[in-house]
Each structure stands twice: as structure tokens, then as C-alpha cells.
């Protein structure tokens, strides 16, 4: 049903032609194709972890360089040398140092409340300190590296190192997570697809939400340290840091302290509210997504790329202001939904349309689908940010090989399929007030364009 809010969303939005019929037909088909086969997930099972560890071989041990890569494995031992050394005591220091603070501050720090809006389990509070942990781990490093406890670009030099036993801490994970479901009342792991894509959105160990845990904890805060290592190991072999790779490593960090500073519109966030804890999830926030996010910094160290002042001013000024942005974008939706609509965006009264659906057990409920302000432009204005702040990242390389820009690469192919996996399913639960709302929104992206 359509609403709007008094006399200042005016216009009216004409309905689809489509009828009650198709709208079910086209539910049922896509409710089909959510289903993956069982060779599709071994594929994808046997595809994530190769493409990671070439990726990480690549990038961190040969610089980027793809003739050496590949020259590589025409010696002994092939494809054995991609493996990275499992061994390597510092990594395996480095790592549970980090989560053993890490899970001292979330257990002794003060709190915050975050309240999470869920359409399928409720409302509910999270317990959150992220950004004071994190801000304390910022603290600590320095501060361990004068005291002389370790090198002060220990985690640079060892960062391919620490990707291999992240992926061994991965497999552990899940085959803790297996046992609690296989001795346990609540859930199975019953097929191939749940072992991969999860069964459980929630996991919770000792009070911990295991998934945000492992996302804001190891994932963001060594994203972090690995780009403040980097300026050490750059200054070790130079003498200075450059100033790009300072601009760049500043701009991370405040990209990160944004993240820890708004944790609600994290736990909120699509992807923390609907993805499960499964192999794809612990895999990508302690693998793959690792490998991708300090490539670029790792990229600029060891090619010893220098951009021009004006080159990297002008990036650094363009990702201060998309930065904030994307928190502006996703606070106003979620402050709209928290409000129930009654708010004003930009001095008005906003336009949305009251989307009902059924929920697991079959209750009425509805959703607020907001078509003003930032999403009054396109229906994913926080993706397109997302995607220009993570050129901007790229952008700091210079001119390379296209292999290099691969962060920026997956992330626009990767922010295309969720939208449309996620437009499905707003299709397959809303029916046709869905499709009254890109009526009123045509856009996905980038407005008049796509």
C-alpha cells in the first residue's frame, strides 16, 4: 500500500500494469532460483580458497608481478608454492595476540546499545565498543613497537604469512561450528549449500556474536594495522614515507574509524542482517577480504609507486567527503525506519510506501520503503559510494595492469549481483508494492543512467 506522508509528497505514483497473477508467478520462479545446485557449491567451495591464495601469492610475495607468478609454477614444487608458510611463528603470534586483546576489550570495556530492525527475528539490542577497541588497539601498537616487544612492520613483512593461518583459523572455525550443530538441538548442517552459505545468522559463542565479531575485530582492525606497518617498512628501506602512501593509509584508517564509529549501521546493514555464518562468510572476512583490502598499500610499497602531489591530494580530498557520505546515506534510512517514517529529510515530508509481507510464521507485517532524500535519487545510493571511495583506493596505484585494480573490480560485480539477488527478493516478499517503489525510484545507481 502506498504512503504518503501528509501533502508534501505530492505527485502520484501510477501502478503496475502487472497483475496480482504474474506478481505470484514471478515470486514462485524466483523462489526457485534461490536454490543451488550441489555442483555449483563444490565449485564455488573449490574456487573461493585457490582464487584467494593465488591472489594473496600474487600480490604479496611477487608484487604484483603476473610473468613471475606464473613462471612459478613451471618449477618445483607448482602449484605447492602458492601455499603460504604455515609454520611462521610470527604470524601465529601475531594473530592471537590480536584476538586474545580483542576479546578482553569486548568483554571488560564499557558498552554501548545498538538497536538492530530485523524483519525476520525481531527487534532487538547488541551490546557494542568497537570503536573504543579499536582506537585502543591504534594506541597499543605504536606503543608495543617503542617499547621494542616487535619490529614496528612486523605485520607487513609477515602479512602473506598471517593470510595462510587466518585460512587454517577459517577451517577451524567451521569445524567447531559443524559440531555444535551436530551435537547440539537447535541447527544441521544438512547439505553442501548450508555448509557453505550457512544456517545460522546469529552464532553466538560466550556471549559473542561470533560473525560481527570476526568482521570488526580481526578483519577491519589488521586492515588497519597492516596499512600503518606498511609506512613503518617503507621508512625502514627509505629512510621517509612517501606522500602518497601516507595519504593513503590515513584515508584507510579514517575509512575504518567511520565503520567502528557507526557499529548500528553495521549490525544493520543488509549483509549482517541476512547472511548467515557459514564458509563463504568466515572465508571472505578472514581470507579473501583481507587480501583485497591492503593490496592497494601493499601494491604502492613494493612497486614503490609515487603519485604526484596534486594526484594524491586530489584523492585524498575526494575520499574525505565520500567518506562521511556513506554514513549520512545509510543513517538516513535507518533513522527513518527507526522513527516509523514520522521524521522530517531536508525540511520536507518524506515519500515511501508501506510494503507488507508475511513473515516466517505467517504474521502480517509491513517494511517502509523510502523513495526521499538520498534514496529518493536511486535505491542503492550507499553502494555507489562504496564503489567510488574503493576506486579512490585503487586510484593511489597509478597506472597498472588491470589485475591490480581486482579490489575495485570485484567489488562493482559484486555490489551488481547482491542488487539484484536483493531487488528478487524484495520482489518475491513485496510483490507489487515493490514495484511501485521503483516506479517511483527507476534507478539502481546512478541516476538517469542505471
Known amino acids: ?29 524466483i523462489q526457485k532460483q534461490r536454490d543451488l545446485s550441489n555442483q555449483v557449491v563444490s565449485a564455488l567451495i573449490v574456487i573461493l580458497p585457490i582464487f584467494s591464495i593465488f591472489y594473496a601469492h600474487l600480490i604479496y610475495l611477487k608484487a604484483g608481478s603476473m610473468a613471475q607468478t606464473i613462471s612459478g609454477f613451471l618449477k618445483p614444487p607448482y602449484l605447492l608454492s602458492l601455499i603460504p608458510p604455515l609454520c611462521d611463528v610470527v604470524a601465529w603470534k ?43 588497539i591504534l594506541l597499543l601498537y605504536p606503543l608495543g613497537a617503542a617499547l621494542k616487544f616487535y619490529r614496528p612492520d612486523v605485520i607487513f613483512l609477515h602479512f602473506h ?25 537447535n541447527n544441521t548442517i544438512d547439505s553442501l549449500a548450508e555448509f557453505y552459505f550457512g544456517v545460522e545468522t546469529y552464532p553466538t559463542w560466550a556471549e559473542i556474536d561470533v560473525k560481527h565479531f570476526v568482521r570488526t575485530r580481526i578483519t577491519l ?26 595519504a593513503l593509509c590515513l584515508l584507510q584508517i579514517f575509512y575504518i574509524l567511520k565503520s567502528m564509529w557507526n557499529e548500528d549501521l553495521m549490525l544493520n546493514s543488509l549483509d549482517s542482517r541476512r547472511a548467515k555464518c557459514g564458509f563463504y562468510r568466515l572465508w571472505g572476512d578472514l581470507v579473501f577480504f583481507p587480501a583485497i583490502y591492503c593490496a592497494p598499500m601493499t601494491t ?72 526521499s532524500g538520498y534514496w529518493g535519487y536511486c535505491r542503492h545510493p550507499n553502494y555507489v559510494c562504496e564503489i567510488l571511495i ?43 508494492s515493490w514495484l511501485q517503489y521503483c516506479q517511483r525510484v527507476p534507478f539502481r545507481f546512478i541516476p538517469g543512467v542505471f
Not at 510506501?353 to 510464521?361: F, L, M, N, S
Open 1 to 29: 500500500m502506498q504512503v504518503r506522508r501528509r501533502a508534501s509528497s505530492a505527485g502520484s505514483i501510477r501502478r503496475s500494469s502487472i497483475s496480482a497473477r504474474d506478481i505470484e508467478a514471478i515470486q514462485k520462479a
Open 94 to 136: 601475531c594473530i592471537a595476540v590480536l584476538t586474545s586483546i580483542q576479546l578482553l576489550f569486548y568483554w571488560f570495556l564499557p558498552h554501548d546499545s545498538a538497536l538492530v530492525l530485523s524483519t525476520s527475528i525481531g527487534d532487538h539490542n547488541k551490546s557494542i565498543n568497537g570503536f573504543s577497541s579499536f582506537l585502543l
Open 161 to 185: 604469512s598471517i593470510l595462510g593461518c587466518l585460512a587454517i583459523l577459517c577451517v577451524c572455525l567451521m569445524l567447531i561450528l559443524y559440531l555444535s550443530y551436530r551435537f547440539g538441538e
Open 221 to 246: 582492525t589488521l586492515w588497519a594495522l597492516h596499512s600503518i606497518t606498511a609506512l613503518f617498512h617503507q621508512r625502514h628501506l627509505k629512510g621517509s614515507i612517501d606522500g602518497s602512501s601516507l
Open 300 to 371: 604502492i610499497i613494493l612497486t614503490k609507486t609515487r603519485l604526484s602531489l596534486l594526484a594524491y591530494l586530489g584523492l585524498g580530498m575526494f575520499g574525505l567527503v565520500m567518506v562521511p557520505l556513506i554514513s549520512f546515506v545509510d543513517r538516513q534510512r535507518y533513522e527513518f525506519r527507526i522513527r516509523k517514517g514520522m521524521m522530517k529529510i531536508s525540511g520536507n515530508d518524506p515519500f515511501f510506501i508501506q510494503a507488507k509481507y508475511k513473515t516466517e510464521t505467517g504474521d502480517p507485517a509491513y517494511n517502509l520503503l523510502l523513495g
Open 390 to 432: 574503493f576506486a579512490c583506493f585503487c586510484g593511489f596505484q597509478g597506472a597498472k595492469a588491470a589485475h591490480y585494480y581486482f579490489p575495485l573490480i570485484f567489488l562493482v560485480f559484486y555490489l551488481i549481483l547482491r542488487t539484484l539477488n536483493d531487488e528478487n527478493r524484495c520482489l518475491a516478499k513485496y510483490g507489487s
